[in-house]
């Protein structure tokens, strides 16, 4: 059964910082993989969908990388903003459903970019 | 564009009264939809999805049930509300062609009371 971890569950950072949050799996035979933002009380907004023939995604400030044979994707946020403060989920869809399949979802992390 | 619409925004319901929710999404065609329910510290779980009319797959055994009676309309029924039912309900789509990311709506904040 796939499971997907997200770790830490919390982080503050003051604003300008780059920082990384990460997204582990524990099953390797995914089709893709998506990191969503979230704010209180809101929908999930889609930031990046890696492929899993893709090593990375970038849109703006945002870089997403896949490592599919460790079971790891990091999402990379470059000169952090406080209105970036929100809680990132990551989701992996397996292979056995290809394009069609349902999505796995973490916890997410919650971060706090303080100005 | 396409977009979804979701309603509901929030909903306080007495234990035992039903519930429906409607989701609809516009500017796409033959979509796949899901229902997601969003728990405190439980994440994200898969409740039900559909890959066309009338085709409904429930992922968890619950006193919910769904409906799909146009090809852009997703309905969450229930005929009895739990206090467990509460939480907030989400309503998503993804093209059936190609790669595409998942949409989601802004949600429903369902407290049963």
């Known amino acids: 059964k796939q499971e997907v971890t997200q770790i830490p569950a919390a982080l503050s950072v003051p604003e300008g910082e780059n920082l990384v949050l990460n997204c582990s799996f524990t099953?390797?035979?995914?089709?893709?993989l998506q990191w969503f933002r979230q704010d209180p009380g809101k929908g999930l907004t889609s930031l990046l969908l890696?492929?899993?023939?893709?090593r990375e995604q970038t849109s703006g400030r945002l870089n997403a990388s896949l490592d599919k044979s460790s079971g790891r994707s990091t999402l990379y946020i470059a000169a952090s903003q406080p209105g970036d403060s929100a809680t990132y989920l990551c989701a992996v869809r397996h292979s056995y459903g290809g394009s069609q399949g349902n999505l796995i979802f973490g916890k997410g992390t919650k971060l706090s970019v303080k100005p | 564009s396409q977009t979804i619409h979701q309603w509901p925004a929030t909903l306080v319901q007495p234990v035992g009264s039903p519930l429906s929710l409607e989701c609809t999404v516009e500017?796409?065609?033959?979509?796949?939809l899901y229902w997601y329910r969003q728990a405190a510290g439980r994440g994200l779980q898969l409740l039900f999805y559909s890959v066309g009319i009338g085709q409904i797959s429930s992922e968890v055994p619950q006193n919910l049930s769904a409906s799909r009676p146009q090809d852009r309309q997703f309905i969450l029924s229930s005929k009895k509300l739990l206090l467990s039912d509460s939480g907030f309900y989400l309503c998503?789509?993804?093209?059936?062609?190609?790669?595409?990311?998942?949409?989601f709506g802004n949600g429903t904040r369902l407290t049963v009371t």
């Open positions: 998503a789509w993804t093209s059936r062609q190609g790669e595409s990311p998942l949409h």
């Open positions: 500017g796409t065609s033959n979509p796949n």
């Open positions: 890696i492929q899993s023939s893709q």
């Open positions: 099953d390797s035979a995914i089709y893709n």
